[in-house]
């Protein structure tokens, strides 16, 4: 059965709009006539202004201010997707190309159409080439701004809803995956771990989880990461290895809800472990799990979180800021609507309220497997708080 909170429903008055303030600031400091992002339903930027979700081709949105200083937005949509850009659109006028003119020609006429024939246009730092140049074409000067990006580090309650709804999806997933572990059993004669049947890969446990994951509303996006061994070393490896006894298993859950944000989750199991190397990285990636999160709080700097971490790592034996074995990445990373987004636990700036990270410690050797552990976490004043719990044992353990 699907939980009805696993699923976004189109017609959720709390669905999660856009705070355009950020925005507004940044035009009156930098004296803008305007702000314009054009791309499709695969750039984020846009995703997360528009909140809609089609199509695949070019369209624009366009942001200026009234007399009053007041934000004034207008989505350029393609006509048919007039209804589709209505219902998902929180801004104020959805604009309709009835001529097929490309989504460029549309913003600038778009700014036009808000009294503004030049003047300095602010745009993303992605966006499409051609756009650019017609926005120049028709008389403005264009200039980069992060102020998307930077807005989009700091989450409404709104998008923190849904944040916690995907996570719960993809702890679901694990919990999947973990119970199949638990329920498989080993071929000494095969060295084979055996599940259902037949021989277990990461390919079948990875269908094992996007099932879940389909079932409570989410798509897997092609991020159900399951790695064995070696594999288990590739921090990306989605491809399909047989899963052996004593092995590492790291199974990294990221899936995308109907909204546009994303989940993101990582356990770490072994069938039948040895309690050697896998038992020892275990219990070092959960003591630098713990310090990590020991200094999370608004006002740290987010590197300091990524140094404890390494530091509990470095204090068990293990190498950091390595590019094969040891601790090879940051970690965490700030999760929205892109899987990757800021802030970086590696950055200079300060951690604010609102900021939602992974918290990802791990290490890894080609000859020996890799240990993960990721949980999903929001900074609050004084600490944080878990979008999703889920617990830990390197033995798979039936949760169902």
Same mark, same amino acid.
């Given at each position: 059965?699907?939980?009805?909170?696993?699923?976004?429903?189109?017609?959720?008055?709390?669905?999660?709009?856009?705070?355009?303030?950020?925005?507004?600031?940044?035009?009156?400091?930098?004296?803008?006539?305007?702000?314009?992002?054009?791309?499709?339903?695969?750039?984020?930027?846009?995703? $997360?202004?528009?909140?809609?979700?089609?199509?695949?081709?070019?369209?624009?949105?366009?942001? /200026?201010?009234?007399?009053?200083?007041?934000? @004034? /937005?207008?989505?350029?949509?393609?006509?048919?997707?007039?209804?589709?850009?209505?219902?998902?659109?929180?801004?104020? =006028?959805?604009?309709?190309?009835?001529?097929?003119?490309?989504?460029?020609?549309?913003?600038?006429?778009?700014?036009?159409?808000?009294?503004?024939?030049?003047?300095?246009?602010?745009?993303?730092?992605?966006?499409?080439?051609?756009?650019?140049? $017609?926005?120049?074409?028709?008389?403005?000067?264009?200039?980069?701004?992060?102020?998307?990006?930077?807005?989009?580090?700091?989450?409404?309650?709104?998008?923190?809803?849904?944040?916690?709804?995907?996570?719960?999806?993809?702890?679901?997933?694990?919990?999947?995956?973990?119970?199949?572990?638990?329920?498989?059993?080993?071929?000494?004669?095969?060295?084979?771990?055996?599940?259902?049947?037949?021989?277990?890969?990461?390919?079948?446990?990875?269908?094992?989880?996007?099932?879940?994951?389909?079932? @409570?509303?989410?798509?897997?996006?092609?991020?159900?990461?399951?790695?064995?061994?070696?594999?288990?070393?590739?921090?990306?490896?989605?491809?399909?290895?047989?899963?052996?006894?004593?092995?590492?298993?790291?199974?990294?859950?990221?899936?995308?809800?109907?909204?546009?944000?994303?989940?993101?989750? /990582?356990?770490?199991?072994?069938?039948?472990? *040895?309690?050697?190397?896998?038992?020892?990285? $275990?219990?070092?990636?959960?003591?630098?799990?713990?310090?990590?999160? *020991?200094?999370?709080?608004?006002?740290?700097?987010?590197? =300091?979180? @990524?140094?404890?971490?390494?530091?509990?790592?470095?204090?068990?034996?293990?190498?950091?800021?390595?590019?094969?074995?040891?601790?090879?990445?940051?970690?965490?990373?700030?999760?929205?609507?892109?899987?990757?987004?800021?802030?970086?636990?590696?950055?200079?700036?300060?951690?604010?309220?609102?900021?939602?990270? /992974?918290?990802?410690?791990?290490?890894?050797?080609?000859?020996?497997?890799?240990?993960?552990?990721?949980?999903?976490?929001?900074? =609050?004043?004084?600490?944080?708080?878990?979008?999703?719990?889920?617990?830990?044992?390197?033995?798979?353990?039936?949760?169902?």
């Amino acid at each position: 059965m699907v939980d009805a909170d696993s699923v976004d429903d189109d017609g959720d008055p709390d669905a999660p709009g856009t705070d355009y303030g950020p925005l507004a600031d940044e035009l009156a400091a930098r004296d803008a006539v305007g702000c314009v992002a054009v791309g499709d339903r695969f750039d984020d930027d846009l995703r $997360y202004l528009t909140r809609f979700s089609g199509p695949d081709r070019d369209y624009a949105f366009v942001l /200026t201010l009234g007399s009053d200083g007041a934000p @004034h /937005t207008a989505l350029c949509a393609p006509a048919l997707f007039d209804e589709q850009a209505r219902r998902e659109f929180p801004g104020d =006028t959805v604009g309709v190309d009835r001529q097929g003119d490309p989504a460029g020609v549309r913003a600038a006429a778009a700014l036009a159409d808000a009294g503004h024939d030049s003047g300095t246009v602010l745009v993303p730092q992605g966006i499409p080439h051609d756009a650019a140049v $017609y926005l120049e074409n028709a008389g403005y000067e264009v200039a980069s701004t992060d102020a998307v990006a930077r807005a989009r580090e700091t989450k409404t309650t709104a998008e923190l809803d849904r944040l916690r709804r995907v996570q719960r999806a993809a702890i679901r997933g694990i919990r999947r995956a973990e119970t199949v572990l638990a329920e498989a059993t080993v071929d000494p004669d095969r060295d084979e771990v055996r599940w259902n049947g037949g021989v277990l890969s990461t390919e079948r446990l990875r269908r094992q989880v996007n099932e879940v994951l389909a079932a @409570h509303g989410v798509r897997d996006a092609g991020n159900t990461v399951i790695g064995a061994g070696a594999t288990a070393a590739d921090l990306h490896y989605t491809g399909t290895d047989v899963i052996r006894p004593g092995e590492t298993v790291l199974l990294d859950v990221s899936p995308r809800g109907p909204d546009g944000y994303y989940g993101d989750v /990582t356990r770490t199991f072994a069938v039948d472990p *040895e309690g050697g190397w896998d038992r020892r990285a $275990y219990l070092a990636v959960e003591a630098a799990r713990e310090a990590a999160l *020991e200094e999370v709080a608004a006002g740290v700097p987010a590197a =300091t979180v @990524h140094e404890e971490a390494a530091a509990e790592l470095a204090a068990h034996g293990f190498r950091v800021d390595s590019s094969e074995v040891g601790f090879t990445h940051s970690t965490g990373h700030g999760v929205g609507v892109s899987l990757h987004e800021g802030p970086s636990l590696t950055a200079d700036e300060d951690l604010e309220a609102g900021n939602v990270l /992974t918290i990802e410690p791990g290490v890894y050797d080609p000859s020996e497997g890799g240990v993960r552990l990721e949980d999903l976490i929001v900074v =609050t004043g004084d600490g944080f708080e878990f979008l999703g719990e889920y617990p830990f044992s390197l033995v798979p353990q039936k949760r169902d």
